[in-house]
């Protein structure tokens, strides 16, 4: 299984985007999605959650500004990011726990990360 992040970019403050991380493999499923952001000298930070059931939760430094989504016929999960600051600015990366029907164990995978700028 691989998880493949795209959607990152420069982007003005106050502007919008987009992440996609699509899951990819076979005989899987994916439970909870998660989106995490780290700048350099920083440790990565939890930025959305959503379940399998499409409950989530946010950082409070993003409420009311970005919305988790997952689409679990393709396997995706989305993170639409609005109003957006230069603090916001970090690599961005997707997490997924991933249940493989061989074994049926949840184990946690990664996607690359994708840089996220904001300019002021």
């Known amino acids: 299984v691989q998880l493949q992040a795209s959607g990152g970019g420069l982007v003005q403050a106050g502007g919008s985007l987009r992440l996609s991380c699509a899951a990819s493999?076979?005989?899987?499923?994916?439970?909870?999605m998660r989106w995490y952001r780290q700048t350099p000298g920083k440790q990565r930070e939890l930025v959305a959650t959503?379940?399998?059931?499409?409950?989530?939760n946010y950082a409070d430094s993003v409420k009311g500004r970005f919305t988790i989504s997952r689409d679990n016929a393709r396997n995706t999960a989305y993170l639409l990011m609005d109003s957006l600051k230069p603090s916001d600015s970090a690599v961005y990366y997707c997490?997924?726990?991933?249940?493989?029907?061989?074994?049926?164990?949840?184990?946690?995978?990664w996607g690359q990360g994708t840089l996220v700028t904001v300019s002021s």
């Open positions: 997490n997924a726990d991933v249940v493989t029907f061989q074994d049926s164990r949840v184990r946690d995978y």
């Open positions: 493999g076979s005989r899987f499923h994916v439970n909870d």
């Open positions: 959503i379940t399998r059931s499409s409950t989530s």
